[in-house]
């Protein structure tokens, strides 16, 4: 069972627009959330995270919004950038799993001029 | 700094050969990770360890060893390789606390014939 889900394999965008890309999980006792980019041929690299205890964090034009009580979790890219086009990874931890994160499938972004 | 770097970048095996992956990090961060990637899919955990000397087997450890002689290294074994061994693989290293962010290498793309 897939306990974090990314139903969206892909989002096309136009520059300036908003993105927004969504995740759900399952485990009800994830608590900390984050979320991953990841250019071709590179590592993904991290952008951004929640706590369970918020609902919301901003960094620049990222911000994540978290639903508890729905376990749903979106990222919104405001305004989105052709730089931006990458795919995007949800990932959920607990704090009783040694620092192990579960992560979705991913959702490739392209954010067209 | 480096941060994570594993080797090689590119390996090509015959089945039934073997190779170590080598992963290397200079951030003195206690956790490390090997996952896999597979078309269209997140990534998996494959092993991982908690400390010098300490491994633990993840998602999908079949076939595969690991060893943590070193702090800062982090070796993923195949002793027999087999075609479904075909994928690409990031090392990664945290800090133990929850929610920690993971600094991934940039990958290592195996082909196994």
């Known amino acids: 069972d897939q306990q974090v889900k990314q139903n969206s394999p892909s989002l096309s965008v136009q520059e300036g627009r908003i993105s927004i890309l969504n995740c759900d999980y399952t485990n009800s006792m994830f608590d900390y959330f984050l979320w991953y980019k990841k250019y071709p041929a590179e590592g993904p690299t991290f952008l951004i995270s929640i706590s369970s205890i918020k609902d919301k964090n901003e960094d620049g034009r990222f911000t994540v919004f978290l639903n508890k009580s729905a376990k749903h979790l979106s990222l919104h890219i405001v305004p989105s950038q052709p730089g931006d086009s990458a795919v995007y990874f949800c990932a959920a931890s607990t704090n009783t799993n040694a620092g192990k994160s579960t992560f979705g499938d991913g959702t490739t972004l392209t954010v067209k001029p | 700094n480096a941060g994570v770097t594993q080797t090689p970048k590119f390996r090509v095996l015959k089945t039934g050969q073997s190779m170590t992956l080598l992963c290397a990090q200079d951030m003195n961060h206690e956790y490390m990770y090997w996952y896999r990637q597979d078309p269209g899919m997140g990534l998996r955990l494959i092993h991982y360890s908690v400390g010098e000397g300490t491994t633990a087997k993840g998602e999908v450890p079949d076939g595969y060893n690991v060893s943590r002689l070193k702090k800062q290294n982090f070796l993923l074994g195949l002793e027999s390789a087999a075609p479904s061994q075909t994928s690409v693989y990031f090392c990664?290293?945290?800090?133990?606390?929850?929610?920690?962010?993971?600094?991934f290498g940039a990958g290592t793309r195996l082909s196994v014939l």
């Open positions: 990664a290293s945290s800090l133990p606390d929850v929610g920690d962010i993971q600094y």
